[in-house]
Nanobody, 123 residues
Framework: QVQLVESGGGVVRPGDSLRLSCSVSGQPTSRYCMAWFRQAPGKERDFVAGIRWSALNTAYGDYMEGRFTISKNVANNAIDLTIKSLKPEDTAIYYC????????????????WGPGTQVTVSS
């Protein structure tokens, strides 16, 4: 069993940077894949980035690589997502997810989800 809680969301201005954090509790093993998804109003849940709990592999969604960086925060037992040069179209609820299996961008594969954190980019 794994529990996930996101934090770090808020209202930011275009061009700002933001770091979201997913606090992980329970007993994830090296078999686990952790990921960030986001969902804007009226849109599907999109894969942003994923990382193996071992932190040996990462993957990014379409058009995500470059401004988004996923990393394992060993000190806080968390998975962080850093977003640079935020744009209004980045406005969404950002979710952390986990499951025991290969790195994948399919939301349906993930068994564990956090409640989400709202990111609003507005001038």
């Amino acid at each position: 069993q794994v529990q996930l809680v996101e934090s770090g969301g808020g209202v930011v201005r275009p061009g700002d940077s933001l770091r979201l954090s997913c606090s992980v509790s329970g007993q994830p093993t090296s078999r686990y894949c952790m990921a960030w998804f986001r969902q804007a109003p009226g849109k599907e849940r999109d894969f942003v980035a994923g990382i193996r709990w071992s932190a040996l592999n990462t993957a990014y969604g379409d058009y995500m690589e470059g401004r988004f960086t996923i990393s394992k925060n060993v000190a806080n037992n968390a998975i962080d997502l850093t977003i640079k040069s935020l744009k209004p179209e980045d406005t969404a609820i950002y979710y952390c997810a986990a499951y025991a299996g290969p790195l994948t961008n399919r939301a349906l594969s993930y068994d564990y989800w956090g409640p989400g954190t709202q990111v609003t980019v507005s001038s």
